[in-house]
């Protein structure tokens, strides 16, 4: 196994400007399973309350089970487990997630809340808000019987109120009015830094300590698993016998890959290209989210393609500059989601020129800031309300020199032709 360690290297980060250290991986004599339990240990000692954040996809099923372990050592159990239904969810996990609920060493928190949710799939309609209380009769399953429809720290707004809300992501631990409010509390995620770069950038933030994150108040968000791989979380159920959700034994015979292999719903911009799967391996769910998400039937035929910046971009004409070709796709959207995503796309530009005075080209990034035309075409087409996505994904340390000289050549074959 391998273990993110701080190094004496440093590098100029594009997008601050700022010197930070670099982080390298050193393997280790220990496997995972033990660090994880170690993690896991000072975690319970630390807090105290621990909580798992559990969707019954296999990265959170690792996590509670390693809560379990180390809790039934420690004399912690049960383990208090929290589960938002994002309703759009195969059948299979919702099953899943009843198994462990069952469970003497499990308390579990099913949660149905219309929290606001990010709709990549038609960009006049960028929300949607699972189990909303005003179309029932739209809803993807019915409504389990498990299911907490109200909270007194969940704010249930009309339809107008909601819509254009800025947070779409999982509410976690907003909690009012928990009888472990004022204690502190250990949040365990089933974050994987192999997962992305963003992922990877949040455990290497710091030397000690890297799995913990400040939440707000006592809570933290915690990463116990931060260094499993795939082949990691998937070995454990078969070495351990664990129980796991077996929407990923359907994925398998469909032919879908463990690192592709999603059961939470595919409507935001970064899953997207994934929604395929639903109709391929879920039909008892399909047809009514075809329904339940604007844009849904069209994104689960063509997201792999140029219409979703997938599978390629669309060719600027000729006669176009960037910025206006860029342009034209902001103004696809409506007024407050276009200003969003304008001042996402005129940041990078900004920060860009501070750092500088070099020229964007087409499609090489810039070997200091990562930056190039169809890099903000899909900022622009996609719209990352997130703001998730960075520059500078193919520029690393082992490979400047290589960008730089990409970078050169494109600079001088468009200047050649007079585009620069």
Known sequence: MTEIVQTPNQRISGMTGRVRHTFDKKHLDQDVWTLACERME????????????FSGGKDSTSCLQVAREVGRAKNRLPIHVVFFDEEAIPVQTADYVRRCAQSE??????YCLPQQHRNACARKSPYWWPWDPDCPELW??????????????????????????????IPMFRYDGCEWKSATVGLVLGIR??????????????????????????????????????????????KFGWDYNHAYDVMDKAGVTPHNQRCSPAFGEEPLEKLWTYAVCFPE???????????????????RTQLYAYGGLPKKPADASWEDFILSFLWRFDDKERRMVKARVLGFITRHAQLTADPIVDNVPHPLTGISWHFLLMIAMRGDFKGRKQPGGKVHAGNVDAVRRNYAQRVAQLRLAGEL
């Not at 949040?202 to 300590?209: E, F, H, L, R, W």
């Not at 769910?285 to 997201?303: F, L, N, S």
């Open 42 to 53: 000072v975690l319970f000692d630390r807090f105290d309350h621990i909580a798992v954040s």
């Open 105 to 110: 060493d499990i308390v579990l928190d099913w």
């Open 140 to 169: 993807v399953r019915d409504a389990p019987p498990e299911g907490i429809f109200h909270a007194p720290w969940f704010p249930m707004q009309p339809p107008m109120a909601r819509l254009g809300a800025p947070d779409c992501s």
């Open 193 to 238: 830094a192999q997962e992305s770069l963003n992922r990877l950038r949040m455990v290497t933030a710091k030397p000690i300590d890297n799995y913990m994150t400040h939440l707000h108040g006592g809570v933290w968000k915690v990463y116990p698993i931060f260094d499993w791989t795939t082949e990691d979380v998937w070995t454990a159920p078969r």
């Open 285 to 303: 769910i399909w047809d009514k989210m075809t329904k339940r998400v604007p844009g849904a039937a069209t994104a689960g035929r063509y997201a």
